[in-house]
């Protein structure tokens, strides 16, 4: 199974329990929603709505627009459409980087997605001729500090570096870099929040329940006593059961439309 493949069975397995454990998201969510300013979307393009907690924020701010959401769980779109059942939203269960959508949009937009593609860069492109005139771009995505205490915690408890998903969320400036590529005004703006948790379990579980677990530990588990053993080293290294959510909001406009 490769990685699409996992991070696909993982959401859609945990769907049921996402709403109970998306706080960070849905936070990201309505922060992003708030820095649509204008109503001159009448073509929406939601990728990886998940739930349709976003969605829902879109519809309310576009009441009369045309949106179509999308998401590679089949299990995820079920929850969305029975959410949002009256909203006349259309959903569309596919993988974002390879669906052939065959229309254009004036805005995309995702909340907490664009950090699981395999090619960020081939999918900018892509959305990027997808955009009408005057088109633009707007998402959230997490950055490779989410959860630097739980990867350093489980370096020191395994004795080697771990290769949990987050490691390899993109920085900062390479996303600025593949956005002004093929966007013009491109803004990225950056927020740390620190989430305290009464127990690693219930972060541990957090994680699983929202996905964002990605491939996991390469396919180690851990038991009661593991757990156990590793929130005392999660302690002495940080005092509490404290995660780092590094969150990227970005926003650019289809190229050549600023001049």
């Avoid at 892509?126 to 915690?153: D, E, Y």
């Avoid at 699983?208 to 080293?233: C, D, F, H, P, V």
């Amino acid at each position: 199974m490769n990685a699409k493949d996992t991070i696909k069975r993982n959401f859609s397995r945990y769907a049921m329990y996402y709403d109970a454990y998306s706080s960070i998201q849905n936070y990201a969510g309505s922060k992003l929603a708030s820095t649509l300013h204008t109503n001159h979307f009448t073509k929406i393009l939601d990728i990886g709505c998940g739930t349709g907690n976003y969605t829902k924020l879109l519809r309310k701010k576009f009441p009369h627009s045309n949106i179509k959401a999308l998401d590679m769980s089949n299990k995820m779109i079920t929850l969305a459409q029975h959410k949002l059942q009256n909203e006349k939203i259309e959903f569309i269960v596919a993988d974002a980087e390879t669906a052939a959508l065959g229309e254009r949009f004036d805005l995309i937009t995702s909340n907490a997605c664009f950090q699981w593609f395999g090619n960020l860069e081939a999918a900018l492109l892509k959305f990027s001729n997808l955009l009408n005139k005057n088109g633009a771009i707007l998402f959230s995505t997490f950055g490779p500090l989410t959860f630097c205490q739980l990867r350093k915690s489980f370096d020191k408890f395994f004795k080697r570096n771990t290769q949990i998903s987050s490691k390899n969320f993109l920085e900062k400036h390479k996303t600025t870099q593949i956005l002004e590529k093929y966007f013009d005004n491109v803004l990225i703006e950056e927020q740390i929040i620190k989430q305290t948790y009464p127990s690693l379990l219930k972060l541990l579980n957090t994680i699983k329940y929202t996905g964002t677990r990605g491939t996991g530990l390469n396919g180690q588990s851990l038991n009661k006593g593991m757990i156990a053993k590793l929130e005392k080293i999660y302690k002495e290294g940080f005092k509490n059961i404290v995660a780092t959510y590094q969150i990227f909001y970005c926003r650019a406009q289809k190229k050549g439309q600023s001049k």
